[in-house]
């Protein structure tokens, strides 16, 4: 028996959504799981569908802060409801009430699920369970009469005008009517339950938490059996909750602002809300447990599965509901049900099974890494559930490892397939990526006989890895877990937590590996701090600015990389005079500022920064400010008067700004040394310059000139170091601001001639004030090509050819590179020899081919113009380009010319193209079979199977005039019309046989080949081979061709074997002939001379017959002779001519008749004196003489089927004086 699974879903649910439900199978029964798989969660959420405005009600819970030691009890309200047209078990019935006490307060029954038997637990016990009696509840089944008894509310309409309106259903609701039906339906509920829940409760006990909200209300309405009942998805009656409807009727003035109504379906029935048997109660929990004030821990909108069934608030097992976690019982939303102990080093702990009595009991414990504040690790004791799918629990009992991220809200309603807005996470095996959710959560268990650890120290990985705890961005938390042992009832496990490492001394300084680990530095601005590894920040789109440092930062010559920052100013904001930051790299950094301040690595910088390097990246500050006062560049936006930088280079483009400098936008009389830049500057809006964007001196001082400070003038396209000089003026050595900075500027290219300048001097130039000359080391790659003379400062060319040129500057304790390329060329190099990509080359008539012409050298200095010509263009033309077209036969000579006279030749051939024969026959039972080629076989051989078309292709030909033709005798329909190349002769589905066949080309192909061609005939096996047009096969035999072979010669050449029995006629003519001095010879038949040769005996007279003839119709013959003239027809057998008489036969006419005519022709020629044999004579035509006295002495009679080859020449078969 197929069921209808329908899982209604229950209970108050103040947070928007669905949850997953747990597939039910009952007991021997097959059920039908198509609805409950495209709805999981069963709830459908009214409020979105109608459009209302959903609000946020606070939960009825008292923290653990404002609760007393008594435990609080909460009412729920169980309105029951029935339709006056229903007439089967009511809810208000004794049997189904009892259910419904079991189900919602006294539990004490069983439950049969599809694994077997298991103990109710009630509403009531869970929530005292796992609250640990710190909470109850107690629903309240109405309307009830004055003794107490519960008697459903009786509404006026029938059932049907609730559901949608059909042509069986007239009085139905459109969708435009669903809202106002349902507002109709609850009001005339509440209307009619109102005065028993008055007389019952109070205000405040009906709105706990003082909101002007009822609780916890429930509509349970009457249905018909799971398998029987009509509701479908988003019905009206369909289990639903729904907030903001504006109802009318309120209850002690308290709103009814959130409900839910429940298609309770036959309790009495399989999967009946209060159903004995698979019933559907465990959903009435989860969102019970909603009212008091647990989130959805699965993700609304997201695919992936964060929690599963280690919670009731992720996945709910209807029938055998699962438990809560020990986090959200304990310090979530501060309920305080039970407690947890917090651990920050490394120690060994043990967790004990879950009794559920003592709050105290260590059930789970809160790991917190010193790196992360918001986010943190729970580990719990997990126990096996029993009689559920294998699919509902863990493999074990074991530890359960989930993740907190404080920062979230709302659960995991929010939760991306990301893992980033997921509240609470279970770590587990195979997941696959970061937080997805997608891994096995039912091996998710740490056990001591299974996996038994998980997480790696830090340092051992620096992306995401599922073998790690990690933070919800995918970094690893370096701890780890390590069961030590376990028992029946408790687990000992050891948890290393990664300790802060070092003391942010100088001897001790605090180690940094992750970006996690600046939160120390944030913390700790003061201490000393120093990179284990590079930091790759490509993953962090929001990192948080260093505000104010004054400690010390050593880099340990790693590199930050992939720093960006967007609408903040630096990496640091201000670093302080104490501040040092030495050895630190920084790559493809991107920094984009909006705001009015100073915009760099470093912000302002009054500490020292040494040994800093920008390799690349991109600063920009798009402040619609334009005060002169902020400053922009790579490493620093202001360096004060106390700051220094030292030994730092940078090679990152600053592009936008006020005051905008390669290396620092605004420079108030900082110390600046052995520093240089090479990165793109671009204009600012105020100033800028290679190096500093604006001096500005604001106090009285002396000039601290910078030392060794170098710029590329071509890189950073900035002919200056100094943007603009404010406050020269306030200086006391008579200094412009200006002095001290080194421009360089080596020429992009530097070109030799060897045929002209083969020397020249570096092309370094320095730009510097005061002058002064710069240590260098000169490289040229390519020493063969132009090497470098130090002592003369000069390039020397040697050969031809590019190489590179640096020029390595140092500067402090680093190298500025410049570099060049150095050509050398030579202005007069001749063109010595042309060749052609071919020698000798054949094209076929009509085609083309382009020559390729190689100039050696490819570098001269001549012009590259070619000419091209043809030594005979009857055979071959050439056009400009060196394309040969080939016109005729022959051979020609293709000759190209070089501007200085140079040649090469092609010798080129020119032939027509050699046709390709291919042909595919169809072949009874088999179809079209495989194309053949030139003399291969086609069909089959002794396998009884007739040939029924044929298609014959000649490619390859286009130089050819002609094309290849041919025509099919077929069974029932004879010669068939002739068709052409590649076209089907012959006939398929229609099982006809194919019996003789005539092949010939035409136009030039006949000129130039022969076609010959040979069958396979049945009973005959392969006849001779026959040509150009003649008949192969049989006719009058009704013999099936099985297989043909054809073959491409060219004229003149031999045939491919005998020709002498290609085609076989069936014998259907017989005759005689009465000869002088003889009489009467014997019969001959068709094809065979009857009479005599060479013995002067004139023929007198004949008889001619037909035999064994296919068709009807008959022959009919006269003869001409001698002294008489044309004498009647004769017919079948009958003499013709004279007997006795000496009169010579002179002449003969003979035809056909009937179908015999239509089918055949009829051939015959005579032998003449002095003559001997004339041309042959068809169809009632003469053959012989008239009025020349010559004796016929032999005749020769053949019948040839209609469109059959003739048997020899008929120009001239009969003679006439």
Not at 122 to 130: D, F, I, R, T
Not at 921 to 936: F, I, K, M, P, Q
Not at 1085 to 1110: F, R, V
Request: aromatic residues 8%; glycine residues 10%; contains cysteine.
């Amino acid at each position: 028996m197929k069921i209808k699974l329908v899982i209604a879903v229950l209970i108050s649910s103040l947070i928007m959504g669905s949850f997953t439900v747990t597939s039910v199978y009952g007991k021997n029964d097959e059920l039908d799981t198509t609805l409950l798989e495209e709805h999981a969660g069963g709830l459908l959420d009214y409020t979105k569908m109608y459009g209302l405005e959903k609000e946020d009600v606070k939960p009825i819970t008292h923290n653990r802060y404002l609760r007393s030691s008594a435990p609080q009890e909460n009412n729920y309200l169980a309105i029951m409801v029935e339709f006056p047209d229903k007439t089967g078990t009511s809810l208000d019935d004794v049997q189904t009430l009892s259910k419904a006490e079991a189900v919602m307060n006294k539990g004490n029954r069983n439950m049969e699920t599809p694994n077997g038997s298991v103990p109710i637990i009630s509403l009531k016990e869970y929530v005292e369970k796992y609250t640990y009696h710190k909470m109850t509840t107690k629903t309240t089944f109405f309307p009830q009469d004055r003794n107490g008894n519960v008697v459903s509310v009786k509404l006026s309409k029938n059932r049907s005008y609730y559901m949608k309106k059909s042509a069986s259903n007239p009085n139905g609701y459109t969708l435009t009517q669903a809202r106002e039906r349902e507002e109709e339906l609850v009001n005339e509920i509440l209307s009619k339950a109102k005065e028993s829940i008055e007389r019952v409760f109070n205000a405040s006990d009906l709105d706990k938490n003082n909101d002007g909200n009822v609780d916890a209300i429930s509509f349970f309405i009457e249905a018909d059996k799971v398998t029987e009942d009509k509701v479908e998805w988003s019905d009206l009656l369909w289990s639903h909750k729904i907030s903001g409807m504006n109802l009318n009727v309120t209850l002690e003035g308290k709103k009814v602002n959130t409900y839910n109504l429940i298609n309770t379906y036959d309790s009495n029935y399989l999967g009946g809300v209060f159903s004995m048997n698979q019933g559907t109660y465990g959903t009435i929990i989860h969102e019970y447990m909603h009212v008091l004030g647990l989130p959805d821990l699965y993700r609304y909108n997201s695919s992936g599965d964060p929690v599963g069934f280690y919670d009731i608030m992720a996945t709910t097992t209807n029938y055998n509901p699962q438990g809560i976690l020990a986090y959200m019982t304990s310090e979530y939303n501060n309920l305080g049900w039970n407690s947890l102990s917090e651990i920050k080093s490394s120690t060994s702990v043990t967790l004990n099974k879950p009794q559920y009595s003592n709050p105290g009991e260590k059930r789970a414990v809160k790991i917190v890494s010193p790196v992360n504040d918001d986010e943190f690790f729970i580990v719990e004791y997990y126990e096996k559930r029993d009689k559920v799918y294998a699919s509902d629990t863990s493999i074990s009992d074991g530890l359960v490892v989930y993740r907190i991220n404080s920062k979230v809200k709302n659960g995991n309603m929010n939760g991306t397939s990301t893992g980033k807005n997921d509240y609470l996470y279970v770590f587990r095996p195979n997941e696959t990526g970061c937080g997805k959710g997608e891994g096995n959560l039912n091996q998710a268990v740490l056990s001591k006989n299974g996996r038994s650890s998980i997480g790696k120290p830090l340092n051992t990985t620096y992306s995401w890895n599922n073998d790690t705890l990690f933070y919800s961005n995918g970094t690893n938390s370096g701890i780890t877990i390590n069961i030590t042992s376990s028992s029946s009832n408790s687990i000992t496990f050891n948890v290393n937590v990664p300790i802060v490492q070092g003391d942010g001394s100088t001897a001790k300084p605090y180690l940094i590996s992750s970006v996690d680990d600046f939160d120390l530095i944030r913390k700790n601005s003061t201490k000393v701090f120093k990179l284990l590894n590079d930091i790759d920040l490509s993953g962090v789109s929001n990192f948080q600015t260093i505000s104010n440092f004054s400690g010390t930062l050593d880099g340990n010559g790693f590199a930050i990389k992939n720093l960006t920052l967007n609408n903040q100013s630096s990496f640091i904001n201000t670093l302080s005079s104490r501040g040092v930051v030495k050895n630190l790299n920084f790559e493809n950094i991107s920094i984009t500022n909006r705001n009015s301040s100073h915009t760099g690595i470093f912000g302002t910088v009054s500490g020292q920064l040494e040994n800093i390097a920008i390799k690349s990246g991109k600063i920009s500050n798009q402040s619609s400010n334009n005060g002169q006062y902020l400053g922009t560049g790579a490493l620093a936006g202001v360096l004060s008067s106390g700051g220094a930088i030292k030994d730092c280079y940078s090679g990152a483009n600053v592009t936008q700004g006020i005051n905008v400098g390669g290396l620092i936008g605004l420079n108030q009389n900082g110390t600046i040394q052995d520093c240089y830049v090479n990165g793109v500057v671009s204009s600012g809006k105020k100033s800028s310059g290679a190096v500093v964007g604006t001096q500005y001196f604001t106090s009285y001082d002396r000039y601290k000139q910078p030392e060794n400070v170098l710029y590329d003038i071509n890189k950073t396209k900035q002919n200056e170091a100094i943007g603009t000089v404010y406050g020269s003026d306030k200086l006391i050595d008579n200094k412009t601001g200006k002095e001290g900075f080194i421009g360089v500027d080596l020429l992009k290219e530097i070109t030799l001639d060897i045929s002209g300048i083969k020397e020249k001097e570096l092309g370094l130039t320095i730009k510097a004030n005061p002058t002064t000359s710069l240590s260098k080391k000169v490289t040229i790659k390519d020493t063969s090509i132009a090497t470098y003379n130090s002592i003369t400062n000069r390039i020397q060319a040697h050969k031809r050819g590019k190489t590179e040129l640096t020029v390595s500057l140092p500067v402090g304790n680093n190298t500025m590179i410049l570099s060049s390329t150095i050509n050398v060329i030579n202005s007069n190099i001749p063109i010595t020899r042309v060749t052609l990509n071919k020698q000798e080359t054949t094209l076929v008539k009509g085609t083309s081919e382009t020559l390729k012409a190689t100039i050696n050298p490819s570098d001269t200095t001549d012009s590259k113009a070619l000419t091209w010509t043809t030594s005979n263009n009857r055979v071959a033309t050439v056009d400009g380009n060196g394309k040969v077209t080939g016109v005729s036969e022959g051979e020609a000579t293709i000759t190209v010319r070089t501007s200085n006279g140079k040649t090469a030749s092609c010798k080129v051939t020119v032939i027509k193209q050699i046709p390709v024969l291919t042909y595919q026959t169809h072949v009874a039972d088999y179809g079209w079979l495989e194309t053949v080629g030139d003399g291969e076989t086609a069909g089959t051989t002794g396998k009884n199977k007739q040939m029924e078309a044929i298609k014959i292709n000649l490619s390859n030909s286009s130089s050819y005039s002609g094309t290849i033709e041919y025509c099919t005798h077929v069974a029932d329909y004879g010669w068939m019309a002739w068709t052409g190349n590649g076209k089907q002769a012959g006939t398929t589905g229609e099982n006809k046989q194919m019996e003789a066949i005539k092949i010939k080309l035409t136009g030039e192909l006949e000129e130039k080949y022969d076609i010959y061609y040979r069958v396979h005939a049945e009973e005959l096996g392969w006849l001779d081979w026959t040509s150009n047009g003649k008949a192969a096969g049989t006719a009058g035999y009704c013999y099936q061709i099985e297989a043909i072979e054809i073959k491409l010669v060219e004229k003149g050449s031999r045939a491919p074997g005998a020709t002498e029995r290609a085609y076989v006629q069936k014998r259907y003519i017989k005759y005689a002939s009465h000869v002088a001095d003889y009489g009467w010879l014997s019969d001959v038949y068709d094809g065979s001379i009857s009479g005599t040769i060479g013995k002067c005996k004139q023929m007198e007279a004949i008889s001619i017959s037909l035999e064994n003839q296919p068709y009807g119709g008959n022959i009919e013959y006269r003869t001409h002779s001698a002294d008489i003239g044309w004498q009647e027809f004769r017919n079948n057998g009958t003499v013709a001519g004279t007997i006795g008489r000496n009169k010579q036969m002179e002449a003969i006419e003979i035809k056909l008749t009937g179908e015999m005519e239509k089918e055949y022709d009829i051939y015959y020629r005579v032998h003449i004196a002095d003559y001997g044999w004339l041309d042959w004579a068809k169809n009632g035509a003469s053959a012989g003489s008239e009025g020349m006295s010559k004796r016929i002495e032999a005749i020769e009679i053949r019948i040839v089927q209609k469109g059959g080859s003739e048997p020899g020449n008929t120009v001239r078969p009969f003679i006439k004086k």
